[in-house]
């Protein structure tokens, strides 16, 4: 149990994470659903939720359709960490009601969300939930997180 925590935070720091304490997902959860609820469109942009430059961030793929967004949206599964990393993500999701932006949640390292409409810190996908959207992406030519997570496992079977 020890070594596997251990090898939790080497993953961690590696991709430049802090994690102070876990914390249960269920109030963040229920606030990013209510923010994306009713969303009809679903943008995937390169770039992250901060220090941003619209004239230089590019479309990777869009949903459109209510029901559509509400299936991408039901699998993420996470668990909620308090601690951010430093940057700012790449791709992020932006979630639309007509032309009004309802939520923006950009992906960090292929394995954690961060939402100012929805939680409190970096959301940690479970396993199953960031296999199914790295392999989402890269389907739809976004093949960087999926990369990370790959580097991310080498560097453990190396340990």
């Given at each position: 149990?020890?070594?596997?925590?251990?090898?939790?935070?080497?993953?961690?720091?590696?991709?430049?994470?802090?994690?102070?304490?876990?914390?249960?997902?269920?109030?963040?959860?229920?606030?990013?659903?209510?923010?994306?609820?009713?969303?009809?469109?679903?943008?995937?942009?390169?770039?992250?939720?901060?220090?941003?430059?619209?004239?230089?961030?590019?479309?990777?793929?869009?949903?459109?359709?209510?029901?559509?967004?509400?299936?991408?949206?039901?699998?993420?599964?996470?668990?909620?960490?308090?601690?951010?990393?430093?940057?700012?993500?790449?791709p992020t999701f932006?979630?639309?009601?007509?032309?009004?932006?309802?939520?923006?949640?950009?992906?960090?390292?292929?394995?954690?969300?961060?939402?100012?409409?929805?939680?409190?810190?970096?959301?940690?996908?479970?396993?199953?939930?960031?296999?199914?959207?790295?392999?989402?992406?890269?389907?739809?030519?976004?093949?960087?997180?999926?990369?990370?997570?790959?580097?991310?496992?080498?560097?453990?079977?190396?340990?």
């Amino acid at each position: 149990m020890r070594r596997a925590a251990a090898v939790v935070l080497l993953v961690l720091t590696v991709a430049g994470c802090q994690v102070w304490r876990s914390r249960s997902p269920k109030a963040g959860d229920h606030r990013f659903l209510r923010a994306v609820s009713g969303a009809d469109r679903l943008r995937v942009r390169s770039g992250g939720s901060c220090h941003r430059e619209p004239a230089q961030e590019t479309t990777f793929c869009e949903l459109v359709g209510e029901e559509k967004v509400s299936d991408f949206v039901r699998r993420l599964q996470f668990i909620e960490v308090d601690g951010e990393c430093k940057c700012c993500g790449d791709p992020t999701f932006e979630f639309y009601r007509g032309q009004n932006l309802l939520a923006m949640v950009s992906f960090h390292h292929g394995t954690h969300l961060r939402s100012r409409e929805g939680w409190s810190g970096d959301a940690y996908l479970t396993d199953s939930s960031r296999d199914w959207l790295v392999n989402w992406l890269t389907e739809r030519g976004v093949p960087e997180p999926k990369r990370e997570v790959e580097s991310a496992r080498q560097r453990l079977r190396r340990l």
